[in-house]
């Protein structure tokens, strides 16, 4: 399970480690804030693509073939990231990593396959850990690696030290990880089936709703920051990355201790209320922001408000599921934040080019007020 782990911490370093190179992506290769945003949502359109294909194949072949498959897709990416010298090569380089960040699928059969199901939610909490913990540490690494100087920053050096981290993986997963499938599991039914079931239940189709709408607009916050900041304070990838570390930590610690005392003590409904109010204040404090204090207060609202709205709303779906349907809701309300993770992104910078720097944010903190509106119409126990 060890080994479990840092694979799916790796694909997550994948992810968030160019977030704080974005704008400087742009000044290099001269692209416009949509054109480079779109960059960072093309990563989750091929995670969206792949991840149930890529689960059914390991139903298949196995789960071990196609981890190691996906983590050499991740190392071939990552160095053709480092050696774009084209737009192109940028957009195709992001859509092979998303390929490879598929691999979750993959994972999170392999945790089913060899945890009883008493020890199943303990399991999944460990993917759920490393993917937190990966995107704390991605954006740091690329801060990091490229260097506080905007207009020296070295790009390559952040893609070539995640191939690295790949290749490690790859090596720990062919030496110590064992094959998990021993037989065919059942028929299950299939996404499309899934969501047409889903659209007919109302409170179900709510949640799935709210988070989706919660996900894309803190993603177009996290693919238009390092443009918000380098355009008003002239911050390099360093900055950038250590504000998206201190995110992080906020996060990872409260979902990590506090959110399962306050759901016992305010309920998760009232989660989800105040997580929207909470993510639509941060969003506006963003468009305030002229100091670094009011920033990290900002920043602050934004990891309490998505930290506590997130599990919560999960939480919920998972009980509005049947015992033998858990599973594909889940998968469905996971299919919904992959596409919420295109959509956000592209909004954002197409309204971040036309509407000014802090036009997403305000957009954002709309869409989450309502959010927290229409949260406030969830039954306070969500029946079985």
């Known amino acids: 399970m060890g080994t479990l782990f840092f694979i799916v911490f790796i694909d997550l370093v994948g992810f968030g480690v160019v977030i704080p190179l974005l704008p400087y992506y ?3 290769f001269h692209a416009t804030p949509f054109a480079i945003t779109t960059m960072m949502a093309c ?7 792949a991840s149930p294909v890529l689960g059914m ?6 789960r071990k073939p196609v981890i190691l498959a996906s983590l050499v897709c991740s190392i071939v990416s990552y160095v053709w990231l480092g050696f774009a010298g084209q737009l192109w090569m940028l957009f195709a380089a992001r859509l092979l990593a998303g ?26 909490g460990m993917i759920g850990a490393a993917i937190g913990l990966g995107f704390t540490v991605g ?14 920053a070295y790009l390559a050096w952040p893609a070539f030290v995640a191939a690295a981290l790949s290749a490690a993986a790859f090596a720990l997963a062919f030496a110590r990880l064992e094959e998990s499938l021993t037989q065919k599991p059942a028929e299950r039914i299939g996404r499309l089936a899934m969501a047409r079931a889903a659209s ?21 916050m996290e693919t238009t920051f390092a443009l918000w900041a380098h355009d008003g304070f002239g911050w390099g990838p360093l900055q950038v990355g250590l504000i998206f570390f201190y995110v992080g930590i906020l996060l990872s610690a409260l979902q990590g201790g506090a959110i399962g005392r306050l759901a016992k003590t305010v309920g998760e409904t009232n989660l989800v209320v105040a997580g929207g109010a909470i993510l639509a204040v941060g969003l506006l404090g963003i468009t305030v922001a002229n100091t670094l204090w009011v920033v990290l207060v900002a920043s602050a609202l934004l990891a309490v408000g998505i ?16 015992e033998n349907e858990r599973g594909g809701v889940l998968g469905l309300s996971q299919s919904a934040q992959s596409l919420a993770r295109i959509v956000g992104p592209a909004i954002a910078g197409a309204v971040y080019g036309g509407l000014g720097r ?5 957009l954002g903190a709309l869409l989450m007020a309502g959010v927290a509106a229409l949260a406030i119409r969830l039954p306070r126990q969500a029946p079985r």
Do not use: C
């Open 43 to 49: 990563y989750s359109l091929a995670q969206f693509v």
């Open 200 to 220: 007919g239940r109302p409170v179900l189709r709510l949640l799935i709703l709210l988070i989706f709408v919660s996900i894309a607009a803190f993603a177009g």
């Open 139 to 152: 954006p740091a690494i690329g801060g990091l690696v490229a260097g506080g100087n905007a207009q020296s």
């Open 26 to 28: 742009g000044l290099e």
């Open 99 to 124: 390929a490879g960040a598929g691999n979750i699928a993959a994972a999170q059969a392999y945790v089913a396959d060899v945890t009883p199901p008493e020890q199943r939610a303990k399991g999944m």
């Open 358 to 362: 802090n036009a997403p944010y305000y």
């Open 57 to 62: 194949v390991s139903d298949r072949v196995g």
């Open 307 to 322: 930290g506590m709205l997130s599990p919560a709303t999960s939480s919920l779906i998972s009980k509005e599921a049947a």
